[in-house]
């Protein structure tokens, strides 16, 4: 049975939301946003629209997400009382208890993803690190984790780019998810992921370390503008291959964008090389190959932004997106994040897609940063 002082603790946490989040203000903003879509040719230029109805459905989410947080907890509340009165059993509390910590945690977790960016879908790409086999079967348990993270929260996972492994496991693969704060969340996996086991692809039963790099970027959409200079495109067409049927193997479906990208801080250049899959037709994966480098170029451009973040806030701590961010020990049952410090011994949990508390861990330490 819950104590007092937790009954305390979630409404003092629910009265601390409507704060942060400004929900007054935010209905106040909704109501009027909501006007501007009923205005007459409010759907002439759909572009606009569309920017207008993201807006009005974003507010909408978060005045949704704080009422869903406050009706619990006026029911926790009620239901504290009737238990008083012998009207409810201590299970029925403490299930109401349990519903009302995790929605107001969940809101809590949100409130952290304040940037533009954050409430974008994500771009997931996966590469094996040297080691050959070994380190392929580890990009793809990476790959399944993921997908399992997406699955298990009600997101969208569509695989835009696959290459098989020699033997077993995979080279590299693109994952777009999306949903709800999709790039909020998972950005918190950019960096290099190492595993150490006993290795099955080992004759002598060797314990092996293998890494793998994961890279995310948010999934731009047209409402976001982005420069690409034409002329700095050219295209490559080749067959797909794996399973598909019989076309698969006879069409040039696949594409391969190259784009001769200069950076405009530093005049670097550089080649960015996208290839696309993901259906038989090509103008379709053209269209797909564009999405991901317009989400690439805005990737830049936000990192740059964050370097010039990080000068002024020295004494903060800052993201390190290339660095190893993760350990997995097998043999020792153990999973730590070296950012954040935080740790489980569920690693049969962990690669079934269960990484929401390395991602909590990570947005307490490094949101304020951001």
Known sequence: MITQEQLKEVKERTEQLHRYLDIDGKQIQYEEEQL????????????????????????EKWLKGYAEVKTLCDELDTAFDFYKEELVTEEEVDAIYAKAIEAVEALELKNMLRREEDAMDAVLKINSG??????????????????????????????SNLLDGDDAGIKSCTLEIQGEFAYGYLKSENGV????????Y?????????????????????????????ARISWDTFRSSGAGGQNVNKVESGVRLRYQYKDPYTGEEEEILIENTETRDQPKNK???LRLLRSMLYDKELKHRMAEQAKVEAGKKKIEWGSQIRSYVFDDRRVKDHRTGYQTSD????????????????????????
């Not at 070994?134 to 695989?159: F, P, S």
């Not at 890279?215 to 047209?222: A, N």
């Not at 269960?354 to 940063?369: H, P, Q, R």
Request: hydrophobic share 40%; aromatic share 10%; charged share 25%.
């Open 193 to 200: 992921h190492r595993l150490v086991r006993v290795s099955p």
């Open 130 to 159: 040297a080691g050959g086999t070994e380190a392929q079967d580890w990009a793809q348990m990476l790959m399944r984790m993921y997908m399992r993270y997406a699955e298990t929260h009600g997101y969208k996972c569509v695989v």
């Open 287 to 289: 269209e797909n190959a």
């Open 347 to 370: 690693v049969g949990g962990v690669m079934d897609g269960k990484i929401d508390g390395f991602i909590k861990a990570y947005l307490m330490e490094f949101s304020e940063g951001e």
């Open 202 to 230: 080992n004759a002598q039963g060797k314990r092996m370390t293998s890494f793998a790099s994961v890279f995310v970027t948010p999934l731009v959409d047209d409402t976001i503008e982005v420069n690409i200079e034409q």
């Open 36 to 59: 501007r879509t009923q205005a007459p040719g409010f759907w002439d230029d759909q572009k606009r629209a569309e920017a207008q109805m993201k807006l009005v459905k974003g507010l």
